[in-house]
């Protein structure tokens, strides 16, 4: 594992593709590491871009051509085993797919990049946390 990796969820990398204000955070809070999410991550980021192209039509074709950026990125995709998962979500009261990232940072011993704050606030103590800290931005 390099020393440098985290695990980025899709609120993160929707924030950075998207142009939202915190994108910029967010990229330089990944510069330079090596990233990992589970393979869900793919379905959540396009799940985002389609509800803002339904709010917002006009910025439809910006938002999947951000999209089509997202395999430029180099998310390394880990299949998260449902049992795991599950005991997650059922110790934490999280979704399956956010207990998805917090079983995987802490799988990994690696920080958690997420800025959804259930998510966050479950998730450790901080980026030092041996079962995967995190680091809201």
Known sequence: MPADAVVVDASALAALLFGEPSGPEVAERLDGRALFAP?????E?????LRKAKEEPGKAKELRKALGLLPGLGVQGVQVPPEGLV????STGLTAYDAAYLWLARKL??????LDARLEAVSGDGPSD????????
């Not at 980021?45 to 871009?49: L, N, P, R």
């Not at 011993?109 to 997420?114: D, I, N, Q, Y």
């Not at 041996?130 to 931005?137: D, E, N, Q």
């Open 45 to 49: 980021v396009a799940s985002v871009c």
């Open 39 to 43: 393979t869900l991550l793919r379905y």
């Open 87 to 90: 005991e997650v979500a059922r």
């Open 130 to 137: 041996s079962r995967g800290g995190r680091a809201v931005l």
């Open 109 to 114: 011993g690696v920080e958690l990049v997420t």
